[in-house]
């Protein structure tokens, strides 16, 4: 027996769906399957849709190649919630429906932990086995299916197979009930079946048909429109010649609209639209409603007789069949062609976090596939419908759209989609200058994520252009997914901004002017999207010397690197940065400073991090230059630039901070004099990588350093940096900071 596996788990996140379908297509590649693959992606797709938005867990998709049949099942982490059953319980989604559309069979199976719809579908090339007696898949048939939950552990519930095609009794059947009168309900337009080459093929060999069995001097096809004018499908003989005029459903005889073939002279409407003296007509049906009329012609009153109108109806009959296959084809391309649709634009929604762009994305994939024009409304608490995006098809009509709709009424807070007249209450001025836009249809959809209403999208067409049901119920699917990809940008754009605001409440103000020193500092955090990391900086005026004279002055700096990344990092950071300035505003030593230091950090327990910490403070000389007091816990130690080009260490090493209580401290005194300059960086720029070689590694900051004499101190900063970003052929991963200072 021909048996084969292949499963795989995604996270609960919108890009998964995508991986679930790349991984269908893949597997069923591997087993040679291809030609299952569109049918079994798509399914796929909507189920995986439906696992992340009524689960919201994480899911399994698992794939079975068994015997003659393909299986694949989806399964979530959350049993409980039943499965929504689109027209029957739910009121939103496409999901079940669409697998019974494109599947032989579907189902449920659940247990205490986990949730699986699967679905199978007909190995390609295998022969169809017939199914089983009242619709239901196999297993439901079986003892195994009738046994309780104790007899079989996880239950399954079956779903339908895919419709079959239409019996031959179906247009009788509906015959003998009347046929509806509702035109606008009509099951497909005429003009869809012209656009299928089967119906089409069938309509010719059937007037062919026609005019041969009956011996008529032409014959035809009238279909009908959503609107109930009639249109030729296709005609032969005499019955070409003639154009239809104003012919309409409405205008046919009681015959016609109760479902019976009829034989009629001049005076028919049929007859006269065609210029016949006489006819033998039989409508066309599907589903119980009237699609068309086949219609054999003559010149010569009194042609045809009952008999006549009786080997007509039973060629209708046949017609009828032919057309609903072709019809049913039809809507199935177009069916998958939307399905595929949905599938893609979900793909490049989930591609965006920016809100603007999924706006944008929205308008573009509306215009021109379903409508003229798009526009898309948003809803805050601060203000109410505000017009953010609008894209019409002709670039020329989007100022005098806008204008338009910015002059219209507010779009409406329904909770469905619906028709919209907001354009008729746009001044009169305004209505003229856009043109015919004022008077296109108008259709809105509301934007609902997570039970509340973010927006409104509201498409147009012109006037003699209405919106076909499946372009509306599209619509409304495709608004259901922009709703959450417009409502998770906007949550992604408040914590992006929140986290920017607190991130840049943890840098410093600004550099201080100090007199007699450059000061230049250099800052990269490393984290996409990150103003933060866990490296830091920090220079800052402490107070007056003491003994000094009034004026002068004291300044602390410092640079110091957390372990650790992200969030927690930062955390400390944010500690480490404002102790400093707060410790050292208490006239506290160096020494003292990086004690407390040490214990607040401790205090922390597990939320704690290891921190090295360069810390000094800079007094002026007397004469040249100035003198600065440091610490180096657990830091590369600072490096001293001469102006003869020599390079020495600056301090001496000490304990990191965060790892022993009791520590003692101790500064290092460093006289910088003109044109000398002290570099501190943190191990971003000593760890820089290429390959297995460091640029810290042999002196290599050294030699690096000793190149900037006699440059400015943004000029060395500016080197040192250069030299790290070319030093890897890669990005940096580490964040980096450095602090140059230069006596002048």
């Given at each position: 027996?021909?048996?084969?596996?292949a499963?795989?788990?995604?996270?609960?996140?919108?890009a998964?769906?995508?991986?679930?379908?790349r991984?269908?297509?893949?597997?069923?590649?591997?087993?040679?399957?291809?030609?299952?693959?569109?049918?079994?992606?798509?399914?796929?797709?909507?189920?995986?849709?439906?696992?992340?938005?009524?689960?919201?867990?994480?899911?399994?998709?698992?794939?079975?190649?068994?015997d003659?049949?393909?299986?694949?099942e989806?399964?979530?982490?959350?049993?409980?919630?039943?499965?929504?059953?689109?027209?029957v319980?739910a009121?939103?989604?496409?999901?079940?429906?669409?697998?019974?559309?494109?599947?032989?069979?579907?189902?449920?199976?659940?247990?205490?932990?986990?949730?699986?719809?699967?679905?199978?579908?007909?190995?390609?090339?295998?022969?169809?086995?017939?199914?089983?007696?009242?619709?239901?898949?196999?297993?439901?048939?079986?003892?195994?299916?009738?046994a309780?939950?104790?007899?079989?552990?996880?239950?399954e519930?079956?779903?339908?197979?895919?419709?079959?095609?239409?019996?031959?009794?179906?247009?009788?059947?509906?015959?003998?009930?009347?046929?509806?009168?509702?035109?606008g309900?009509?099951?497909?337009?005429?003009?869809?079946?012209?656009?299928?080459?089967?119906?089409v093929?069938?309509?010719?060999?059937?007037?062919?048909?026609?005019?041969?069995?009956?011996?008529a001097?032409?014959a035809a096809?009238l279909?009908t429109?959503?609107?109930?004018?009639?249109?030729m499908?296709?005609?032969?003989g005499?019955?070409?010649?003639?154009?239809?005029?104003?012919?309409?459903?409405?205008?046919?005889?009681?015959?016609?609209?109760?479902?019976?073939?009829?034989?009629?002279?001049?005076?028919?409407?049929?007859?006269?639209?065609l210029?016949?003296r006489?006819?033998?007509?039989?409508?066309?049906?599907?589903?119980?409603?009237?699609?068309?009329?086949?219609?054999a012609v003559?010149s010569?009153?009194?042609?045809?007789d009952?008999?006549?109108?009786?080997?007509?109806?039973?060629?209708?009959?046949e017609?009828?069949?032919?057309?609903?296959?072709?019809?049913?084809?039809?809507?199935?391309?177009?069916?998958?062609?939307?399905?595929?649709?949905?599938?893609?634009?979900?793909?490049?929604?989930?591609?965006t976090?920016?809100?603007?762009?999924?706006?944008?994305?929205?308008?573009?994939?509306?215009?021109?596939?379903?409508?003229?024009?798009?526009?898309?409304?948003?809803?805050?608490?601060?203000?109410?419908?505000?017009?953010?995006?609008?894209w019409?098809?002709?670039e020329?009509?989007?100022?005098?759209?806008?204008?338009?709709?910015?002059?219209?009424?507010?779009?409406?807070?329904?909770?469905?989609?619906?028709?919209?007249?907001?354009?008729?209450?746009?001044?009169?001025?305004?209505?003229?200058?856009?043109?015919?836009?004022?008077?296109?249809?108008?259709?809105?959809?509301?934007?609902?994520?997570?039970?509340?209403?973010?927006?409104?999208?509201?498409?147009?067409?012109?006037?003699?252009?209405?919106?076909?049901?499946?372009?509306?119920?599209?619509?409304?699917?495709?608004?259901?997914?922009?709703?959450?990809?417009?409502?998770?940008?906007?949550?992604?754009?408040?914590?992006?901004?929140?986290?920017?605001?607190?991130?840049?409440?943890?840098?410093?103000?600004?550099?201080?002017?100090?007199?007699?020193?450059?000061?230049?500092?250099?800052?990269?955090?490393?984290?996409?999207?990150?103003?933060?990391?866990?490296?830091?900086?920090?220079?800052?005026?402490s107070?007056?010397?003491?003994?000094?004279?009034a004026?002068?002055?004291?300044?602390?700096?410092?640079?110091g690197?957390?372990?650790?990344?992200?969030?927690?990092?930062a955390?400390?950071?944010?500690l480490?940065?404002?102790?400093?300035r707060?410790?050292?505003a208490?006239?506290?030593?160096?020494?003292?400073?990086?004690?407390?230091?040490?214990r607040?950090?401790?205090?922390?327990?597990?939320?704690?991090?290891?921190?090295?910490?360069?810390?000094?403070?800079i007094?002026?000389?007397?004469?040249?230059?100035?003198?600065?007091r440091?610490?180096?816990?657990?830091?590369?130690?600072?490096?001293?630039?001469?102006t003869?080009?020599?390079?020495?260490e600056a301090?001496?090493?000490?304990?990191?901070?965060?790892?022993?209580?009791?520590?003692?401290?101790?500064?290092?005194?460093?006289?910088?004099?003109?044109?000398?300059?002290?570099?501190?960086?943190t191990?971003?720029?000593t760890?820089?990588?290429?390959?297995?070689?460091?640029?810290?590694?042999?002196?290599?900051?050294?030699?690096?350093?000793?190149?900037?004499?006699?440059?400015?101190?943004?000029?060395?900063?500016?080197?040192?940096?250069?030299?790290?970003?070319?030093?890897g052929?890669?990005?940096?991963?580490?964040?980096?900071?450095?602090?140059?200072?230069?006596?002048?």
């Open positions: 027996m021909d048996r084969q596996t499963s795989a788990t995604f996270p609960s996140a919108a998964a769906v995508a991986d679930a379908r991984f269908v297509r893949k597997v069923l590649a591997d087993w040679g399957m291809d030609e299952a693959a569109d049918d079994a992606v798509l399914a796929t797709s909507e189920l995986a849709t439906n696992a992340i938005a009524y689960a919201g867990t994480s899911f399994d998709v698992s794939c079975r190649l068994e003659g049949e393909i299986k694949i989806v399964r979530d982490r959350h049993p409980t919630r039943g499965i929504e059953m689109p027209g319980t009121s939103s989604g496409r999901g079940l429906p669409s697998i019974a559309r494109l599947a032989a069979s579907w189902g449920v199976s659940y247990d205490h932990r986990t949730k699986g719809v699967w679905f199978r579908l007909p190995r390609p090339g295998a022969a169809a086995e017939p199914a089983p007696a009242g619709g239901q898949d196999a297993a439901a048939g079986t003892p195994e299916a009738a309780g939950p104790a007899d079989r552990g996880p239950r519930r079956a779903g339908r197979d895919r419709a079959e095609q239409p019996r031959d009794g179906a247009a009788a059947q509906a015959r003998e009930g009347g046929l509806s009168g509702d035109v309900d009509m099951p497909v337009a005429g003009d869809r079946l012209l656009r299928s080459p089967a119906a093929e069938a309509m010719e060999d059937g007037v062919a048909t026609v005019r041969e069995v009956l011996g001097e032409g096809v279909l429109e959503r609107d109930g004018r009639m249109i499908g296709s005609s032969t005499t019955a070409a010649e003639p154009p239809l005029g104003e012919l309409s459903v409405a205008g046919l005889g009681p015959a016609a609209r109760a479902g019976s073939p009829w034989v009629a002279a001049a005076g028919d409407p049929v007859a006269t639209a210029r016949a006489s006819l033998a007509a039989a409508p066309l049906e599907s589903q119980g409603r009237l699609t068309g009329v086949v219609v003559s010569v009153s009194g042609r045809f009952e008999a006549d109108g009786v080997r007509l109806g039973r060629l209708a009959d017609m009828s069949l032919s057309l609903e296959k072709a019809r049913v084809g039809e809507l199935e391309r177009s069916w998958r062609g939307w399905l595929s649709f949905v599938a893609e634009a979900s793909d490049l929604l989930a591609g976090l920016d809100q603007e762009r999924t706006m944008a994305l929205v308008a573009q994939l509306v215009v021109p596939r379903l409508a003229t024009w798009c526009a898309v409304y948003t809803v805050t608490e601060a203000e109410p419908d505000r017009l953010a995006y609008v019409h098809a002709d020329n009509r989007s100022d005098g759209l806008r204008e338009l709709l910015e002059h219209a009424g507010a779009a409406p807070p329904m909770d469905g989609p619906g028709p919209w007249t907001g354009l008729a209450t746009a001044p009169e001025d305004v209505r003229a200058a856009a043109g015919g836009t004022a008077a296109d249809h108008v259709y809105a959809f509301p934007l609902i994520a997570r039970g509340r209403r973010i927006g409104t999208i509201v498409i147009g067409r012109p006037p003699g252009d209405r919106f076909p049901r499946s372009a509306v119920e599209l619509a409304e699917e495709l608004s259901r997914r922009a709703a959450l990809a417009v409502d998770n940008a906007r949550l992604f754009s408040a914590q992006t901004a929140m986290s920017s605001a607190l991130q840049r409440s943890l840098l410093p103000p600004g550099i201080p002017e100090i007199p007699g020193l450059e000061v230049a500092v250099v800052y990269e955090p490393a984290g996409e999207g990150s103003e933060v990391g866990g490296d830091f900086y920090d220079v800052f005026e107070g007056p010397q003491p003994g000094g004279p004026p002068s002055s004291r300044w602390r700096f410092a640079i690197d957390v372990c650790g990344t992200g969030p927690e990092a955390a400390v950071t944010g480490a940065r404002h102790a400093l707060i410790l050292s208490e006239d506290m030593s160096v020494p003292a400073v990086l004690t407390r230091l040490n607040l950090i401790l205090g922390e327990g597990e939320r704690g991090r290891l921190l090295t910490l360069l810390h000094g403070e007094a002026a000389r007397r004469h040249d230059g100035v003198r600065i440091l610490t180096s816990a657990g830091h590369p130690l600072p490096l001293v630039l001469d003869e080009g020599g390079v020495r301090a001496s090493a000490q304990a990191l901070l965060g790892v022993f209580d009791g520590v003692d401290f101790h500064t290092d005194t460093v006289d910088l004099r003109r044109g000398e300059v002290l570099l501190c960086v191990d971003g720029v760890e820089r990588r290429s390959g297995s070689r460091l640029l810290g590694d042999g002196d290599g900051l050294e030699r690096l350093l000793a190149g900037c004499t006699g440059l400015s101190a943004g000029a060395v900063a500016a080197r040192i940096q250069r030299a790290v970003r070319d030093f052929p890669e990005p940096s991963n580490d964040d980096i900071a450095l602090i140059v200072l230069r006596a002048s």
